[in-house]
């Protein structure tokens, strides 16, 4: 347990870092971004993007996660990954291309059809960068893949797009951007891995590849459908304004948990698909405390502090994303805990039922939808929540089925999440509510973050003893002796 545990945090360290300045120059960037460009643009976006990722889940065939899930790469498995990788993104971008005219036609939007051509050649970028980034995460190479996040996404993506979109490129400036961060991306990423470049293989390698693969794609595309479809409802029904300032309520929404879940399901993937199933609860325990508590944290205390969170990083022409952010940050936590379980069980290869789950949920997602379309874009937010917390029950009962872990322990640790989220917007409305008007929009938001840090600080001292009783946390105190003099343990009798 101590070497997957030190594994898990290295990666989780890492991924800290890359997260901590993402995050950051991520706010700045949409700050300026949001100012220098109209929602039409974002909206053009949004609806491009949402119709590319109908072909993004079957572009790479789940190549990453097949190279990182084998138990043993042998000579050519490489050559096999980057040939299905590179073969079906060649594919995608054919589809695309000849696509688009027809997608924008149906959306009545003309400059959809350019966007979508341009942006398709990510694909490309894509399926180079995927194999050298999945290698530097099976080799636990933490470090390296932080950087090329941080570089690609910084120098790409921002320098670029603000830079275009400055000089009045309109929505060419987001497409510049994105493009820009994946050339940078596949790149490093093939500087710090230096796999073998070449196409020589066994059939039975590339099999391998298209049997995981194909299954993990499928999940991923119905998973795409599932979070992608209340986009493309207010696309249609609502235009390209209103689908701009969903999209910018749903990314403030997803922003502070998006990049910290993902770095904590990163390490653990790895790590996971090599352990045994008491293990596998143990690092899963760890990580839901650590995830949960912080998602249920931020996103209740959003609901509190939505409208200076949108006037202060938005701005005024924003203001309808308000209720829209409070709505959506109810869906959230249970995401990213749902997605969290997902990743045990691809790293367990107990695909099906969990393809059965996800089927399920884009059914109940649909018929909510057409229940609640009445109810204009506040509807298509609740069917968003709704489903999420029907995922997050289904997920969780299959985890305990297939792991059979100690109920008393994740009764704990679900409590503790929970106790983290109400605290969280509780102390953030009192803040929002108690600071004088005069008091500047920067600053008032500023306090109420503070709020929110004191309350998840408060929760985790006042439930330290709790803490103490679990055997997960009780490893971690012996390994790191100053979280040691912070959590009481309790040793079972």
């Known amino acids: 347990m101590a070497s997957s545990l030190s594994k898990t945090l290295h990666g989780i360290g890492w991924g800290g870092l890359s997260t901590a300045v ?85 959306f009545a939007m003309p400059m959809l059809e350019p966007v979508i051509q341009a942006l398709s050649v990510n694909f490309l970028f894509g399926g180079l960068s995927a194999v050298s980034l999945s290698l530097l995460r099976r080799e636990m190479r933490f470090k390296h893949v932080a950087i090329v996040e941080i570089i690609a996404y910084v120098l790409g993506y921002g320098l670029v797009g603000i830079t275009l979109a400055y000089l009045d490129f309109g929505v060419w400036a987001l497409v510049g951007a994105v493009l820009s961060q994946s050339t940078l991306s596949a790149s490093l990423a093939y500087l710090f891995s230096r796999h073998e470049f070449g196409w020589h293989h066994h059939k039975q390698q590339r099999a391998h590849f298209f049997s995981f693969g194909a299954r993990y794609s499928l999940i991923g595309f119905i998973e795409f459908l599932s979070g992608s479809l209340d986009s493309l409802i207010i696309g249609k029904f609502f235009g390209p304004a209103v689908a701009g300032i969903y999209g910018r309520a749903a990314l403030l929404s997803n922003l502070p948990v998006q990049q910290p879940a993902n770095i904590i399901t990163r390490a653990l993937f790895p790590v996971i698909s090599r352990l045994g199933d008491q293990r596998q609860i143990a690092s899963l325990q760890i990580s839901a405390l650590i995830l949960g508590s912080y998602a249920f944290a931020i996103t209740w205390g959003m609901i509190a502090a939505a409208p200076d969170i949108v006037r202060v990083l938005l701005g005024d022409k924003w203001l309808d994303a308000i209720p829209i952010l409070q709505l959506l940050a109810l869906a959230v936590g249970p995401q990213y805990l749902s997605h969290l379980a997902g990743v045990t069980l691809d790293a367990m290869g107990e695909l099906k039922p969990k393809l059965r789950i996800q089927a399920g949920v884009l059914a109940l997602q649909i018929v909510a939808f057409a229940l609640l379309l009445p109810y204009g874009v506040l509807g298509i937010a609740g069917a968003i929540v709704l489903a999420e917390w029907v995922r997050f029950i289904l997920m969780a009962g299959l985890i305990v089925r297939l792991l059979h872990p100690p109920m008393s322990d994740f009764r704990l640790i679900f409590s503790i999440v929970l106790l983290a989220g109400l605290s969280a917007f509780g102390l953030i409305w009192l803040a929002a509510h108690a600071l004088p008007g005069a008091v500047p929009g920067v600053v008032h938001l500023l306090l109420e973050i503070a709020a929110g840090g004191i309350a998840l600080m408060g929760v985790a001292w006042f439930s330290r003893g709790l803490l103490g009783r679990l055997p997960v946390v009780g490893e971690l105190a012996q390994r790191l002796p100053r979280f040691g003099r912070f959590i009481p343990i309790t040793k079972p009798n």
């Open 22 to 106: 993402n995050v950051l120059f991520q706010l700045v960037f949409m700050a300026v971004m949001a100012r220098l460009l109209d929602p039409v643009d974002f909206g053009l976006i949004a609806i491009a993007n949402v119709m590319l990722r109908f072909l993004t889940y079957f572009a790479q065939l789940g190549v990453g996660p097949a190279l990182i899930q084998k138990p043993e790469l042998n000579d050519g498995d490489v050559r096999a990954a980057l040939s299905v990788s590179l073969g079906i993104s060649a594919l995608c971008i054919v589809i695309a291309i000849i696509a688009a005219p027809f997608i924008a036609d149906y």
